[in-house]
């Protein structure tokens, strides 16, 4: 077996190369490689200094997945850092690709760093309910502030390169050869550098103000998350114990997150993530080519769908039905471009070519060199049934054709095609632009390889693809519908929509479910709705409060009152008006309105989400309880830290 770890020396200067593929994860061969290097590059009188290097795409992307939830093997890796940090030959880290967890942590213990301008440094534990385990939180902020370290720390967001230098975390960007450069950085500045060690270092103590500021914007942002929590207390313990005492510290606080539930939770989503996609069928199957896309419709989701595309580096071609209409979809294209320029996502070269990639038209015929065509107009069975009639005459018969309907039956939708088996769903999340998650809807007829391609282009978005059965809702608005009728139940029970949406986001929701409505617009479920009332079953409870509101024309935010009033309020105030039509509702009925607490809401909801995820299972709609979760912390706001509602009823 090839030594995951290798040691070379050339003019006085040691490399050591990390060769673990694919993403040179810190398994317990390359921490004993590591540690088995720094007592040799000690020893040897030639060497002067050590590089670090990594072979492959990528430095060093963190921790061994595969020794997850395995009793922790020596060498441990704060040892095998605490040796190379007191090394009295420095070791000068060259990153390339990503420099995540461990990776970034073993580059700290380095006294240089310097970077490829393509890489990306991070601390992202706390996506996993842990904080670096092995001197991050005591390291960083001696490097590059107290407040620099929280935000990467609590945040779990990557950093680039650019950044990275401007905050003092690389010592350089090196364009052309990154190990040439290293090498000779190693030779000609290294040894003449002061570069204390970081455990050695003072840390500066933060304003006091702004400190405090911060650390109340991350615990409401945590939502009941106790990983961003533990990090401030980390932080806190790095400004105010020795260092040896802090990194201590840090790791009573690694080992107590990682037997907490929601670290569980949180590696359970990881591996989900990474799991539900895959459909066996699929093995091998080559998905067909796709440059130019067609994207049918300018309104949000159609203006988002083609923003996404164009970030992504495809080609689009946008289809509206007038051109009063193209104008104003292409409008929204251009702002959230414009908005991508101005955060810094995209360059100024860039932008210029994506809009260059980007035309409009009115004529079906516009889209005959279309590789790939998503359909997302107005969600009415005969509107998309005419709109693929139309693109079976457009289009050439090998391009993909996909429909990014919510509830609709795909099957029916194929069947206005001569050949169904080139259609599929892409069912897309708004923003489109920005929402992770996207279901393909995969209909009996669907071709293998339209299927693949659905696939390929969810990962050249950067989508987490979650294959589904076709069915009224799909996997995440079948479940959502369910558990929306249960909260319409409750407030017949008893309930205001103040208390579900409270109870919601108590639990972890950014929103709550009427919340939600009115900024979606209350008058989209109402048409589902009546779609649905022929085939509604006699038997079947029903409560028509939310038909009430949409009759008096309270459609949510964008008419200025739904479920809450936004005329004096813009994030929405409790109105009595809906508290009597509720109260009424519930008299006509003979119902005998009883408080509902808290968890009395939330343990009905997640029950509801349960039962009808049970339900998707038996259909095969969705093809493992992982994916169901997926869908439901993706697309629904489901609290990532609670693994989603099957991992739950897992753990009852």
């Not at 028509?544 to 309020?569: H, N, V």
């Amino acid at each position: 077996m090839t030594q995951p770890v290798t040691i070379s020396t050339q003019g006085g200067i040691a490399t050591v190369t990390i060769d673990n593929p694919p993403v040179n994860a810190l398994s317990q061969a390359v921490r004993q490689g590591l540690a088995d290097a720094v007592p040799q590059t000690e020893a040897d009188a030639d060497v002067r200094a050590v590089v670090l290097l990594c072979a492959g795409r990528t430095f060093i992307a963190g921790a061994d997945v595969r020794e997850f939830g395995q009793t922790p093997q020596k060498p441990h890796l704060p040892d095998v850092i605490d040796m190379i940090e007191g090394a009295t030959k420095p070791w000068i880290a060259a990153l390339h690709g990503t420099a995540l967890g461990g990776g970034l942590e073993v580059a700290l213990g380095c006294r240089f760093r310097l970077a490829d301008p393509s890489a990306r440094l991070g601390l992202p534990e706390v996506n996993l309910g842990l904080i670096p385990g092995a001197g991050g939180t005591v390291r960083l902020p001696r490097l590059v502030g107290a407040s620099a370290a929280l935000e990467m720390i609590a945040g779990g967001k990557m950093v680039s390169a650019d950044k990275a230098l401007a905050m003092g975390l690389v010592d350089r960007i090196v364009d052309g050869d990154l190990t040439q450069a290293a090498l000779e950085f190693a030779k000609a500045e290294a040894l003449d550098k002061v570069a204390t060690p970081l455990m050695a270092r003072d840390v500066a103590q933060p304003d006091s103000d702004k400190w405090e500021a911060q650390k109340a914007a991350i615990a409401k942002r945590a939502r009941g998350q106790n990983s961003p929590l533990a990090a401030i207390t980390a932080l806190e313990n790095a400004l105010a114990l020795p260092a040896d005492q802090a990194l201590a510290k840090e790791r009573e606080l690694f080992f107590q997150l990682k037997d907490d539930p929601q670290s569980l939770a949180l590696r359970h989503i990881f591996f989900a993530e990474r799991s539900a996609g895959k459909m066996p069928c699929l093995k091998g199957v080559k998905p067909r080519p796709f440059d130019e896309i067609g994207v049918i419709g300018g309104g949000t989701m159609g203006a988002g769908i083609v923003a996404a595309c164009l970030l992504a580096g495809l080609r689009v071609v946008m289809l509206e039905r007038d051109d009063d209409s193209l104008g104003a979809g292409q409008e929204r294209v251009q702002i959230t471009l414009a908005q991508s320029h101005k955060r810094g996502l995209i360059d100024a070269d860039t932008l210029m070519r994506m809009q260059g990639n980007f035309s409009g038209a009115t004529d079906y015929a516009a889209l005959g060199n279309a590789d790939l065509v998503i359909e997302a107009v107005f969600e009415d069975m005969a509107v998309k049934k005419d709109v693929f009639t139309r693109l079976d005459v457009a289009t050439r018969p090998d391009a993909v054709l996909a429909t990014n309907t919510s509830y609709l039956d795909i099957a029916e939708i194929a069947g206005a095609v001569a050949d169904p088996s080139r259609v599929l769903g892409l069912h897309f999340f708004s923003p489109a632009y920005i929402m992770k998650l996207l279901e393909i809807v995969h209909p009996p007829k669907v071709a293998d390889d339209v299927l693949a391609t659905g696939f390929a282009l969810a990962k050249r978005l950067g989508k987490i693809a979650v294959p589904a059965g076709v069915c009224d809702g799909f996997i995440g608005n079948r479940i959502m519908s369910a558990y929306r009728r249960e909260c319409d139940y409750m407030l017949e029970d008893g309930a205001l929509p103040q208390d579900v949406d409270a109870a919601m986001r108590d639990f972890g929701f950014a929103m709550g479910i009427f919340a939600m409505q009115d900024m979606a617009g209350l008058d989209i479920a109402w048409a589902m709705r009546k779609r649905q009332a022929a085939t509604r079953p006699a038997d079947m409870r029903y409560v028509d409060i939310p038909d009430q509101l949409c009759e008096m024309g309270r459609f949510g935010r964008k008419t200025g009152a739904g479920w809450y009033d936004y005329s004096s309020d813009p994030k929405g105030a409790p109105d009595p008006l809906v508290e009597g039509i509720i109260t009424k509702a519930s008299a006509d009925k003979g119902i005998t309105r009883q408080p509902l607490s808290a968890d009395e809401i939330m343990g009905r909801i997640i029950a509801v989400m349960q039962s009808e995820g049970r339900k998707i299972l038996d259909e095969g709609i969705a093809q493992s309880p992982e994916a169901i979760d997926v869908v439901m912390v993706n697309g629904y706001g489901f609290p990532r830290w609670r693994g989603g509602p099957m991992f739950m009823a897992g753990m009852e």
